[in-house]
């Protein structure tokens, strides 16, 4: 697979049957043997301007750089806990190619000198669990790992991957958030500096180290080179995880999934933390930082979700909110109970209760009016005349920044572009209840919700 | 060489909505509508530190803090230098 220019790479040779073994990761792509010298990877990588994967976009090379010189030896944790529900692209790649992110893991504790490795996986993906021990005896068979390996479950929960709570997970069995400072990469698991990178980006520094920098720019845009893994999903034939070039047209990877930008009513790009596109954006928009950004949007962990124009943007907004809120970890009270308030307020919005409220509210004042009496004073008065949707952005500004992760700060971020984009529909579910197409089946996936966490009131 | 300022922090997780903070210090903290303090995230004007530091005192779970952060030595020092010494100070 040495041309540069073929797609794909990550899942080249990947068997979407039970992960491939290490003769054909080898026959692939694989390092003979992964002895390559740590300071010539970091600047490779370097070169290659290669990102994390995992959503903050952050730069590979700074952060092995900085983590391997700490004054401790350096802990290396590959982060495939994955509790974007929107996304399904670590799970795949772990399933599929489990030894080119083992490989990953291994050239990143040479770039760090770390001398344990750890591998998140959640505990929900069977399939990236099975295929990673099954790699992880091949290995230890062939003796390819200098640095051990241990695997740990992280429980479903959406803020379990989260930096922080994974150092936490390790360390104390708890998947919870902490306030940061310090960041893991200063102080994490055991007190070391702690490398925590995604199972996506350790398989690109995988391929990195075997092609070279030159070769892993031959794709995407010279500011963001290379490819990366996303998840489709919503109205499209075929849904599911493709990898594709940075720059790729919004409208190629919709029309790859046998989808159709004509007939959307949005897109939501970056998963549920992520920003909704009006159709005209969508159809303009690539898939890289730079045409996203004006868009006030980002590529986050790569999930896309194609809203039908037959379904209705408040009711999967309410629903998905709904469902974040009960994500909360439950430790920090503007999260509990903001985001709960949030939600509420969506969902009566959604479901008729604000615009009978409203109407209510109106009939009130109209017949004070009449009889000229004088409304109750003060804050109650401003109370009253605030209405569902004014709630949900007085709340919004609120919440945001106050809490130990950054949990609350993308419930509201979704929040905020949802009645943005779809303001006319928020508008007329807060007058006049339920559309028409409120009682359809909701279009973007979510899981059960996670009771790993006691919401502690 | 750069100056630093106090500014008022809360701990969200150790915090449980007891409210003195805003009793004490009404110059810089509301609360939300469940109880929890919004603090105001500017340099503290020296003539309510000592309130800030009493307020800080009598917080039942500590969680109210005064932290000490590099101030911007102009105010049109560029956005890379200001986050340099944010990062050097966390």
């Given at each position: 697979m040495?041309?540069?220019?073929t797609?794909?790479?990550?899942?080249h040779?990947?068997?979407p049957?039970?992960g491939?073994?290490l003769?054909t990761?080898?026959?692939?792509h694989?390092?003979?043997?992964?002895?390559?010298?740590?300071?010539?990877?970091?600047?490779?990588?370097e070169?290659?301007?290669?990102?994390?994967?995992?959503?903050?976009?952050?730069?590979?090379?700074t952060k092995?750089e900085?983590?391997g010189?700490?004054?401790?030896?350096?802990?290396?944790?590959g982060?495939?806990s994955?509790?974007?529900?929107?996304?399904?692209k670590?799970?795949t790649?772990l399933?599929?190619?489990?030894h080119?992110?083992?490989d990953?893991?291994?050239?990143?504790?040479?770039?760090?000198?770390?001398?344990?490795?750890i591998?998140?996986v959640k505990?929900r993906?069977r399939?990236?669990?099975a295929?990673?021990?099954?790699?992880?005896r091949?290995?230890?068979?062939?003796?390819r790992?200098r640095?051990?390996?241990?695997?740990v479950?992280?429980?479903?929960?959406y803020?379990?991957?989260?930096?922080?709570?994974l150092?936490?997970?390790?360390?104390?069995g708890?998947?919870?958030?902490?306030?940061?400072?310090?960041?893991?990469?200063?102080?994490?698991?055991?007190g070391?500096?702690?490398l925590i990178?995604n199972v996506e980006?350790l398989?690109?520094?995988?391929?990195i180290a075997?092609?070279g920098a030159d070769?892993?720019r031959g794709?995407?845009t010279?500011?963001?080179p290379g490819?990366?893994l996303?998840?489709?999903q919503?109205a499209?034939?075929?849904?599911g995880v493709?990898?594709?070039a940075l720059g790729?047209?919004?409208a190629?990877?919709v029309?790859?999934?046998?989808?159709d930008?004509?007939?959307?009513r949005?897109?939501?790009v970056g998963g549920?933390?992520g920003?909704?596109l009006?159709?005209a954006?969508?159809?303009?928009a690539?898939l890289d930082?730079a045409?996203?950004?004006?868009?006030g949007a980002?590529l986050?962990?790569?999930?896309?979700?194609?809203l039908?124009?037959d379904?209705?943007?408040?009711?999967?907004t309410?629903?998905?909110?709904s469902?974040?809120?009960?994500?909360?970890a439950?430790?920090?009270?503007?999260?509990?109970?903001?985001l709960?308030?949030?939600?509420?307020?969506?969902?009566?919005?959604?479901?008729?209760?604000?615009?009978r409220?409203?109407?209510?509210?109106?009939?009130?004042s109209?017949?004070?009016?009449?009889r000229s009496?004088a409304?109750?004073?003060g804050?109650?008065?401003?109370?009253?005349s605030e209405d569902?949707?004014?709630?949900?952005r007085?709340?919004s500004?609120e919440?945001a920044g106050?809490?130990a992760?950054?949990h609350?700060?993308?419930?509201?971020?979704?929040?905020?572009?949802?009645?943005r984009?779809?303001e006319a529909?928020?508008?007329d579910h807060l007058r006049?209840?339920p559309?028409?197409?409120?009682?359809r089946?909701?279009v973007?996936?979510?899981p059960?919700?996670s009771?790993?966490?006691e919401?502690a009131? | 060489m750069?100056r630093e300022?106090?500014?008022l922090?809360?701990?969200?997780?150790?915090?449980?909505a007891?409210?003195l903070?805003?009793?004490l210090?009404p110059?810089?903290?509301r609360?939300?509508d469940?109880?929890y303090?919004?603090v105001?995230?500017?340099?503290?004007?020296p003539e309510l530190?000592?309130?800030?530091?009493?307020?800080?005192?009598?917080?039942p779970?500590?969680?109210?803090?005064l932290e000490?952060?590099?101030?911007?030595?102009v105010p049109r020092?560029?956005?890379s230098?200001?986050?340099?010494?944010?990062?050097?100070?966390s």
């Amino acid at each position: 697979m040495s041309d540069a220019s073929t797609l794909p790479r990550l899942l080249h040779g990947a068997d979407p049957h039970g992960g491939a073994s290490l003769p054909t990761h080898l026959r692939h792509h694989g390092l003979r043997a992964l002895d390559v010298d740590g300071a010539w990877l970091v600047e490779e990588v370097e070169r290659a301007g290669l990102r994390g994967r995992g959503g903050a976009a952050f730069p590979t090379a700074t952060k092995l750089e900085v983590v391997g010189h700490g004054r401790r030896r350096a802990v290396v944790v590959g982060n495939g806990s994955e509790g974007e529900p929107a996304s399904a692209k670590d799970a795949t790649l772990l399933a599929q190619a489990p030894h080119l992110v083992l490989d990953g893991l291994q050239l990143a504790a040479a770039a760090t000198r770390a001398t344990d490795a750890i591998l998140a996986v959640k505990s929900r993906a069977r399939d990236a669990q099975a295929a990673v021990a099954t790699a992880l005896r091949e290995r230890d068979m062939a003796a390819r790992d200098r640095v051990p390996v241990r695997v740990v479950e992280v429980p479903d929960g959406y803020v379990s991957g989260e930096e922080s709570a994974l150092t936490n997970l390790v360390d104390r069995g708890r998947a919870v958030p902490t306030a940061t400072p310090p960041r893991p990469f200063e102080r994490g698991v055991g007190g070391r500096p702690t490398l925590i990178q995604n199972v996506e980006t350790l398989a690109h520094v995988a391929l990195i180290a075997r092609y070279g920098a030159d070769w892993y720019r031959g794709l995407g845009t010279p500011n963001e080179p290379g490819t990366m893994l996303v998840t489709l999903q919503g109205a499209v034939a075929r849904p599911g995880v493709r990898e594709i070039a940075l720059g790729t047209p919004l409208a190629a990877l919709v029309e790859h999934g046998g989808g159709d930008l004509s007939r959307t009513r949005g897109v939501l790009v970056g998963g549920y933390f992520g920003t909704w596109l009006d159709p005209a954006a969508a159809r303009g928009a690539t898939l890289d930082a730079a045409s996203l950004r004006p868009l006030g949007a980002s590529l986050g962990c790569g999930a896309v979700g194609v809203l039908p124009d037959d379904a209705c943007p408040v009711a999967e907004t309410a629903r998905i909110v709904s469902w974040l809120a009960g994500e909360s970890a439950g430790q920090c009270g503007p999260c509990v109970f903001g985001l709960a308030a949030i939600a509420e307020a969506l969902a009566s919005v959604a479901d008729g209760r604000a615009a009978r409220e409203l109407a209510t509210a109106s009939r009130r004042s109209a017949s004070r009016a009449r009889r000229s009496v004088a409304p109750p004073g003060g804050g109650g008065r401003r109370a009253r005349s605030e209405d569902a949707l004014a709630r949900v952005r007085r709340w919004s500004g609120e919440v945001a920044g106050r809490g130990a992760c950054r949990h609350p700060d993308g419930v509201v971020r979704l929040v905020a572009s949802a009645l943005r984009t779809f303001e006319a529909d928020f508008e007329d579910h807060l007058r006049h209840g339920p559309c028409g197409a409120c009682a359809r089946r909701p279009v973007l996936p979510l899981p059960a919700q996670s009771s790993a966490f006691e919401v502690a009131a | 060489m750069s100056r630093e300022a106090l500014h008022l922090r809360v701990d969200p997780i150790a915090c449980t909505a007891h409210g003195l903070c805003a009793e004490l210090l009404p110059e810089c903290v509301r609360l939300d509508d469940w109880g929890y303090p919004i603090v105001d995230d500017r340099p503290l004007p020296p003539e309510l530190v000592a309130h800030a530091r009493r307020a800080a005192s009598v917080c039942p779970t500590l969680a109210l803090k005064l932290e000490a952060r590099a101030a911007a030595q102009v105010p049109r020092a560029s956005r890379s230098t200001r986050r340099r010494t944010s990062a050097t100070q966390s």
